[in-house]
């Protein structure tokens, strides 16, 4: 069972950055790695629904971002370390939230996840 561990959140100023890091285990006796998973991001701000912010194919490593934080977030995996990670610049207030790391069994990121982090929570304000 895929097992994700977010960390790197914390409290920056508007204009900052932050790089969460989504450390995956439990590939032991599986056959599977994290290659074998497509890893997208949730966040949920106070008072709203999650919503997911972005994706990287397990198939041909492709890219999708919401509008909200195209050209602002990068995601990338590096698959011999088992880990994803998300790159966050010029963040804004609007970006506070509770950041999620998801796991999709497919190579399809618009199948919902299979396997959930349990959250770091960013904060933008100055």
């Known amino acids: 069972q895929l097992q994700l561990v977010e960390s790197g959140g914390g409290v920056v100023q508007p204009r900052g950055s932050l790089r969460l890091s989504c450390a995956a285990s439990?590939?032991?006796?599986?056959?599977?790695?994290?290659?074998?998973?497509?890893i997208a991001w949730f966040r949920q701000a106070p008072g709203k629904l999650r919503e997911k912010i972005s994706c990287?194919?397990?198939?041909?490593?492709?890219?999708q971002y919401a509008d909200s934080v195209k050209g602002r977030f990068t995601i990338s995996k590096d698959n011999a370390k088992n880990t994803a990670y998300l790159q966050m610049n010029n963040l804004k207030p609007e970006d506070t939230g509770v950041y999620y790391c998801?796991?999709?069994?497919?190579?399809?990121?618009?199948?919902?996840?299979?396997?959930w982090g349990q959250g770091t929570q960013v904060t933008v304000s100055s």
């Open positions: 990287i194919s397990s198939w041909d490593g492709s890219l």
């Open positions: 439990g590939f032991t006796g599986s056959g599977l790695t994290l290659d074998d998973y497509s």
């Open positions: 998801a796991g999709i069994a497919s190579m399809n990121c618009a199948v919902d996840p299979d396997y």
